[in-house]
């Protein structure tokens, strides 16, 4: 059997120049090619690293780094040119060498993996583009999976960014909360600043897939405080202070909004969904009095969900189908919410709500502490 780099540049590489000398070849062919080929990295890659090899020669190149050191400090005990000093120096050489032999075995183990590892991604990132809706899913996990893993690694980063941002957005869509939920601050890997930036595109052409799990993140050292009429967003168009996030995850999350709030294409979508979102906020950290329960009651006033009218967002518990051109262009939108609503009971008693969209039909939600957005009953 063939060496996997052998077999790689022998049969998949030239496969690959093939297909570019020949642009008359189906699609289809093309894509079955890349697949196969970023599925033979992907097993390579994974081989490399739950191989006993690569355990066996990072420990024993770490067992001689450490007789060398051993043998470095006995021969500062010793007087130069002696007998003990020379049969020192003796091993310290030899055992240098083996260091060394074992080191580039080593290194070479890693870049075998390193060569897969870039290879799968890519790979499998431009097979994306053009494969069966079928095997999407599979992929982009495959993907992440793999980038996911080696988030600290900058030559991957380097290697893989702009296959990673020339994936079509609309088809990260149902990963968004995996992505969203790795943002931080600390840049000091270069995936981080890849991350952040396949967040942002994705959220710009898909504002309404991913503004809540965004929205979630901005408030997650919410300490139960309600918000008032006047919504943070407004408040910071004023230049009212806001309390100022703690988390990377959390002030990263606010920073991309911030992004998203000045963009003239969706500034005001994102207002829209600001101001249901903190609706939903308020309503939910409301706290009921068990003694005052009945089967059906009114919403107090000054409950934000109460006031909203025809607002131009998409129902949180309807679905909604990805638009590849990021349009959403037509959708059935929040017409308001009806006055009266009841509880589920239970320690928490979630309220149950009646939402009334823009095509007349009443949609049965609930909200709760711990459901800060309305999920369909």
């Not at 952040?196 to 503004?211: D, E, G, P």
């Amino acid at each position: 059997m063939e060496k996997p780099l052998t077999i790689q540049e022998s049969y998949f590489n030239e496969a690959l120049s093939a297909i570019r000398k020949n642009p008359s070849d189906s699609t289809s062919t093309k894509v079955d090619v890349l697949h196969r080929f970023a599925t033979f990295c992907e097993k390579q890659y994974l081989a490399h690293v739950r191989s006993p090899d690569a355990a066996f020669l990072k420990n024993t190149c770490e067992d001689l780094q450490i007789e060398v050191e051993e043998l470095e400090n006995a021969m500062t005990t010793h007087s130069r040119n002696g007998d003990e000093w020379k049969h020192y120096h003796r091993q310290l050489k030899k055992t240098r060498e083996e260091h060394q032999r074992y080191n580039d075995k080593y290194e070479a183990h890693l870049q075998a993996s390193d060569v897969f590892l870039q290879a799968a991604i890519q790979h499998y990132s431009t097979t994306i583009t053009e494969a069966d809706p079928k095997d999407e899913v599979d992929i982009v996990i495959r993907i992440c999976a793999l980038w996911f893993n080696n988030f600290r690694d900058d030559q991957l980063a380097d290697s893989v960014k702009g296959h990673l941002l020339a994936i079509p957005t609309h088809k990260l869509i149902f990963i968004s909360h995996q992505l969203s939920s790795r943002l931080s601050t600390d840049e000091r890997y270069k995936s981080q600043q890849i991350l952040q930036r396949l967040v942002f595109n994705l959220s710009a052409r898909h504002i309404f897939h991913t503004f809540y799990q965004l929205f979630a993140l901005e408030h997650g050292s919410d300490d139960g405080r309600t918000s008032s009429s006047n919504s943070s967003l407004r408040n910071s168009q004023r230049g009212q202070q806001q309390d100022v996030p703690h988390e990377p995850r959390e002030m990263q999350a606010r920073i991309l909004l911030g992004k998203l709030r000045a963009n003239p294409k969706i500034m005001e979508r994102v207002e829209n969904l600001t101001r249901v979102s903190e609706a939903y906020l308020q309503w939910a950290k409301l706290k009921l009095d068990k003694d005052m329960i009945q089967s059906e009651m009114a919403i107090p006033r000054g409950m934000m969900i109460g006031q909203l009218r025809d607002v131009k967002v998409p129902i949180a518990t309807d679905y909604l189908a990805p638009d590849p051109r990021g349009r959403y262009d037509n959708f059935v939108s929040l017409q308001s919410y009806e006055m009266r609503y009841r509880t589920a009971g239970g320690i928490n008693l979630p309220k149950i709500n009646q939402c009334r969209g823009s095509d007349g039909q009443l949609r049965t939600q609930l909200v709760g502490t711990s459901i800060i957005l309305p999920s369909s009953r």
